[in-house]
């Protein structure tokens, strides 16, 4: 099946940084990926749809300067929170689009753990 | 507007019981049911999935689940669970172009 990864699994940085996600298809292109947050014990929200080789498409109050996302080929897109700060601690879970089955299914990437101390 | 609705948050139950996750969704447009299972740090896995066909759809580890339109719902099923079933349970729908999710239901499998 399509497999999805994502690296880092976790990071932990110092506040004000900048941490980048990278989400990548390995056996598939895709041509849409999807970036979600979730914190503790809450579901999945989506935070931005990837198009590659155009801007994404943001979320109502996600805020496009602080999450950027590249999404430059069909197998990579990636995510970076700039100056980072403790409230952006969360799991980020990116997904992408491949057909399966006559319909366009997501496969899930591991997820990244991201701590800002 | 589309939703899924998880009626439980948690649901406690003993090995080897029967157990069911409800799912109940709202859709104006025809849409793709799918139950995921998340295990503490990890990502999310696709236990099954509705597209179309047979209403009643198998999925791994011994899930089930039954789609009914008249009542707009997916629950899940299992009729024996084991320890290693604990963890977080995602309702799903895609309808369109985005998956929505629901908030999840928490399996706890107790000895």
Redesign the interface.
Known sequence: GAVVSQHPSRVICKSGTSVKIECRSLDFQATTMFWYRQFPKQSLMLMATSNEGSKATYEQGVEKDKFLINHASLTLSTLTVTSAHPEDSSFYICSARAPSGGVNEQFFGPGTRLTVL | AQSVTQLDSQVPVFEEAPVELRCNYSSSVSV?LFW?VQYP??????LL?Y?SGSTLVKGINGFEAEFNKSQTSFHLRKPSVHISDTAEY?CAL?GG???I????T?LFVKA
């Open positions: 793709y995921y740090n990890q990502g999310l896995q696709l999935k597209l995602f895609t172009f985005k998956t999710f629901g908030a999840g928490r």
